[in-house]
């Protein structure tokens, strides 16, 4: 018994250190985001990250069209949310948010707000899929509500006028479009494999994200130079398998071997590693709403998944939408 618990503790602490690790992969996204920046557009970078994605997606869509091919209307209006919305809309507004916040020293603020999108994901899985949601959760939706009002306005009456407020706002609707994507995406799994999920949401995105690229009248010399260097390849090509890829591998692998309360604890990874990488390459400081409203928010989503540890109550929304940007 002693053998077997001292493996139980040393797989849940295995557990534990890879959710840390792929949260923390996350935490570096502004960096290279921004890197980027200087060379396309938001919706040039997203499209792009979804042309080399495309090299995983158009071959798993011919070998299981057999799961897509029956999938009603209902199944693609949820598709078409996820790609769309989750894959394409919250990622070019996440970027958005970090040129804006990079410009009025807010990216930890757009990097924060994203811890919304556990609670975003239950509220809509009652609203879509039915399930259950304890009277417990509205007054913990109302804090996050608080918290996430703190970290994009502060202590002061809302104003529009300031680049900060724009890129909170922003981060706003990425969370939500995630959150959102978590929801739909389960809905669509019912009838298709992960893989196969996965494969239509990138390859549904990208007929979109080339019509919004081709529409924004592209730099196509400037696009070209970018391309043309190797170090802007390299950083593409990160943004494509490691926050999209190689994160989720390991922050799932991870995920199955500890409970939901443990996970949120274990993805302070996550603020911790933006906090960090944002204060000493991108010279963002963090100021005392942000502290506040990140604790508040921080705090409602810990008790989500603690009610979550000891119920049914949503534990499976909980775990998936905490997966970062996985929709």
């Known amino acids: 018994m002693k053998d077997l618990s001292t493996l139980s503790r040393a797989s849940n602490q295995a557990s534990l250190w890879l959710i840390a690790c792929g949260a923390a992969l996350w935490g570096l996204d502004a960096l290279f985001i921004l890197a980027l920046q200087h060379w396309f557009t938001s919706i040039e970078i997203v499209c792009f990250e979804h042309v080399l994605l495309a090299l995983y997606a158009f071959p798993v869509l011919v070998r299981r069209r057999r799961e897509w091919l029956g999938l009603g209307a209902a199944d693609w209006l949820a598709v078409l949310f996820v790609a769309w919305g989750g894959s394409a809309v919250a990622s070019i507004l996440f970027n958005v948010g970090l040129a804006m916040g990079i410009r009025s020293d807010a ?3 757009v990097l924060l707000l994203q811890k919304l999108q556990p609670v975003f994901a239950l509220l809509l899985a009652a609203v879509v899929l039915g399930e259950r949601v304890r009277r417990a959760y509205w007054p913990w939706f109302a804090v996050a509500l608080v918290g996430a009002y703190v970290l994009t306005f502060g202590f002061t009456w809302p104003s529009f006028s300031n680049a900060s407020a724009w890129a909170g706002l922003c981060a706003l609707g990425a ?14 799994m019912r009838k298709v494999s992960f893989p196969t999920m996965t494969a239509l949401r990138f390859g549904s995105a990208l007929p979109l994200l080339v019509a919004l690229t081709l529409l924004g009248h592209p730099n196509w010399s400037r696009v070209a130079d970018g391309l043309g260097h190797w170090a802007v390849m390299g950083n593409l090509m990160y943004q494509t398998v490691v926050p ?20 949120t604890l ?8 933006g906090l960090a990488v944002n204060a000493l390459f991108l010279h963002q400081t963090v100021h005392a709403a942000q502290w506040m ?3 508040l928010v921080w705090i409602a989503v810990y008790a989500l998944s603690r009610m979550a540890d000891s119920s ?4 499976g ?5 905490s997966a970062g940007t996985a929709a």
Not at 266 to 273: D, G, H, Q, S
């Open 266 to 273: 274990a993805e302070l990874a996550f603020p911790a590693t």
């Open 312 to 315: 049914d109550f949503g534990e």
């Open 244 to 263: 999209s890829l190689l994160s989720l591998l390991v922050y799932y692998r991870g995920l199955g071997g500890v409970k939901a309360s443990y996970a």
């Open 293 to 295: 409203g990140f604790a």
């Open 317 to 321: 929304r909980v775990r998936e939408a």
């Open 107 to 109: 990216v930890n603020e």
């Open 175 to 188: 969370a939500l479009l995630w959150g959102g994507s978590t929801v739909m995406g389960k809905r669509v």
